[in-house]
């Protein structure tokens, strides 16, 4: 008997695993999470799941399609920019230049590539199509040269490194290393205030959401299973009819567009972009997050961006510079003992529960609601051992 | 006589100085089933992955349908209508074999339909399990395969996507005498209805029991071509097969 039958009165039909899961964790972090948290932990909480959107990129690319996305922070900055730029714009007012462009005092009208950005129908759109489009030039280049693994990677992070130079080179036009800053407003959301910060965390959470199912779609697809073909014998799959470079490049610019659309809601969230937030550590640290969390598994790689991104911040209050190892020797521990992440201890966990005797509590807790606990359908659990 | 399927000329194949293959010709016909045998090292697998661009020959032509596939990719060959299997089986291990087959089954699809979700099994799918007698084992991973069930697999991903030119690659090696018995019967099967046929094979019992028309190679080049009979009679043949001592098992046994 599982919990969600007993829950449900008898004739009801049963809801999927899956539902009932997503369910849980939608509620969880529209109700309980606002319930809960003081205003500054549920904008930090809505940072970490802007992180999420990211994370769940990585997943596809990485987790599905074996790429090592080792420069997502190009795609999440340029979202981010595309936004702060709009932002900038509309807080400086009609005809008004934003106060970024007036220390150099090389401006005194819009420069020509912030001037489109005026219209949010040309910044929103940017911040996803941009990323995307990047990732379209760049990855065709790149995956039907047949160039893969640590030459992909290395690649992919020497571009987020570039885009750190551009950054921090045009400091007159892009505020330099200290980026964006000092936003007023977000759509007529005040973005200082606690209670418009709330509605930007609900943003935030339905666009996961969203983001999250459509790519679970995807994953869950014909075209699902062809990537996972692809990365496991990419040669192969060629053999079928399919053409890996296109399999691949699907999936890397849907991931740089998820990155972008983090990127522009991180700015409102978090009131800045720059580029110490999308260099080669921030790059490296989200395919981290990934891979904790659990690389192959879309729900456990957003839940990796927001527990390592909850732990680094406790630990951090309390030892300023502990985290640093502490993310070290995290991410040894992963790559040694747990190449499945989170997911991958908790799969073992259920696995070790579900061979216990049955005992109720902690059982019923574990048990994933439809998959009723392996000890459940046999009378004598001696005969396990037979 | 049937139109001309498959025709390679003066085909070379160079590994540096070394020749695999070595202006070598072959046409087959449309329905013909034809069994490629030779010692080991005769460039048979070469021949093969010439053909589907796994390598580059470095001189000649191979023409489908009258169509040059030299310069093409490996996945526009495919979609020419032509199917191959590996000497060393290789499928999808964490793909259940339902969702191997499935994807082979799907590569015509437009991109579009790709994305969607399998919405229960195809006719052509289910067939095709079922002509290798992997249905019972239709939602286990494929990695949990016998090898000689992976083979079959293999065919079966092949055998749906239609191919107009099968190519097999020693398709009953570590087989039992049984399962040999039914890829051979499946063999003939395919050809019946209409597929022309390669097949690379090492075991003559086989070849003797499903061959009609056999090609023998040697260091790159066609010996002789002929009917198993002839073959068998062929001097030559027994001579290259008995200078070599490791294959002498494989001669006693062609000669018998
Ligand atoms: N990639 C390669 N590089 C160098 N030599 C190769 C390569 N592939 C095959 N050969 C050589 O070409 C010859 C023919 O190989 P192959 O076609 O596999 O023979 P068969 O399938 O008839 O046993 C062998 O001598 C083999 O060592
Ligand atoms: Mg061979």
């Not at chain 2, 087959?28 to 005769?42: Q, T």
Request: glycine share 10%.
């Amino acid at each position: 008997m599982s919990t969600m039958a007993k829950l449900l009165p008898t004739g009801t039909p049963r809801p999927s695993a899956f539902l009932v899961r997503f369910v849980i964790m939608a509620a969880t972090l529209l109700l309980v999470a606002p319930w809960l948290l003081s205003d500054f932990r549920l904008s930090l909480l809505a940072k970490f799941l802007c992180f999420a959107i990211i994370a769940v990129g990585i997943g596809l690319a990485y987790g599905q399609g074996g790429m090592l996305v080792l420069g997502q922070g190009l795609f999440f900055g340029i979202g981010g920019y595309a936004m702060g730029m709009h932002l900038k714009i509309v807080d400086a007012g009609e005809g008004q230049l934003p106060d970024i462009l007036t220390y150099s005092g090389k401006y005194d009208s819009l420069p020509a590539l912030w001037k489109p950005f005026s219209s949010a129908w040309f910044a929103i759109p940017m911040a996803i199509l941009l990323p995307m489009a990047i990732a379209a030039l760049l990855g065709a280049a790149i995956f039907r040269q047949r160039i893969r693994g640590p030459y992909f990677a290395i690649l992919s992070q020497a571009l987020a490194a570039a885009f750190v130079v551009v950054l921090v080179g045009n400091n007159a036009l892009t505020g330099g290393t200290n980026g964006l800053t000092n936003f007023q407003s977000f759509f007529g959301l005040s973005v200082t205030s606690p209670s418009d910060q709330r509605t930007l965390y609900f943003i935030v959470v339905v666009v996961l959401l969203i983001v999250f199912l459509l790519t679970r779609e995807l994953v869950l697809g014909r075209y699902g299973r062809v990537l996972i073909a692809t990365r496991d014998d990419e040669d192969r799959v060629r053999f079928l009819g399919y053409d890996p470079a296109r399999v691949k490049l699907f999936a890397y610019v849907m991931a740089a567009g998820m990155a972008g659309l983090a990127g522009a809601l991180f700015v409102p969230v978090v009131g800045i972009i720059s580029p110490a937030l999308l260099g080669i550590v921030p790059s490296i640290e989200m395919v981290i997050w990934v891979a904790l969390g659990g690389r192959t598994v879309l729900a456990w790689a957003a839940a990796g961006a927001v527990i390592v991104n909850w732990a680094k911040t406790s630990v951090s209050e309390q030892f300023p510079s502990g985290w640093l190892y502490l993310q070290g020797l995290l991410f040894v521990v992963v790559i040694l003992y747990l190449p499945k992440g989170i997911a991958g201890a908790v799969e073992h966990i259920r696995a070790y529960i579900g061979r216990l005797p049955p005992t109720g509590g902690l059982r019923i807790l574990m048990s994933s609601g439809d998959r009723p606990p392996k000890q459940a359908a046999k009378p004598n659990p001696t005969e396990e051992a037979a | 006589m049937s139109s001309v399927m498959l025709e390679v000329r003066n085909l070379v194949v160079a590994f540096g100085a070394f020749h695999a293959i070595d202006d070598l010709d072959l046409t087959l016909h449309e329905h013909e089933v034809r069994f490629v045998i030779g010692p080991n090292g005769a460039g048979k697998t070469t021949l093969i992955d010439s053909i589907t661009n796994l390598v580059r020959p470095t001189s000649g032509s191979i023409r489908f349908a009258g169509e040059e596939l030299i310069g093409k990719s490996e996945h526009a060959i495919v979609r020419t209508g032509i199917g191959r299997t590996f000497q060393k089986p290789s499928v999808f291990d964490e793909l259940t074999v339902l969702e191997n087959v499935d994807i082979a089954a799907s590569f015509r699809l437009r991109f579009r339909s790709l994305l969607k979700r399998r919405r229960g099994i195809s006719d052509e799918v289910a067939e095709s399990l079922d002509s290798v007698n992997l249905t019972a084992q239709r939602d286990e991973p494929a990695g949990s395969l016998s090898h000689g069930q992976k083979q079959w697999l293999e065919v079966a991903m092949v055998l749906v996507q239609r191919p107009r030119l099968l190519l097999l690659d020693e398709p009953v090696a570590g087989m039992t005498e049984k399962e040999r018995l039914h890829t051979g019967e499946l063999i003939t099967q395919i050809a019946q209805q209409g597929t022309t046929v390669l097949v690379i094979e090492h075991d003559m019992d086989f070849v003797r029991r499903f061959a009609h028309k056999v090609t023998v190679m040697h260091e790159g080049k066609i010996l002789t071509e002929g009917t198993v009979a002839d073959v068998q009679q062929d001097e030559t043949v027994r001579e290259v097969y008995l200078g070599r001592p490791r294959d002498a098992r494989g001669a006693a046994e062609a000669l018998a």
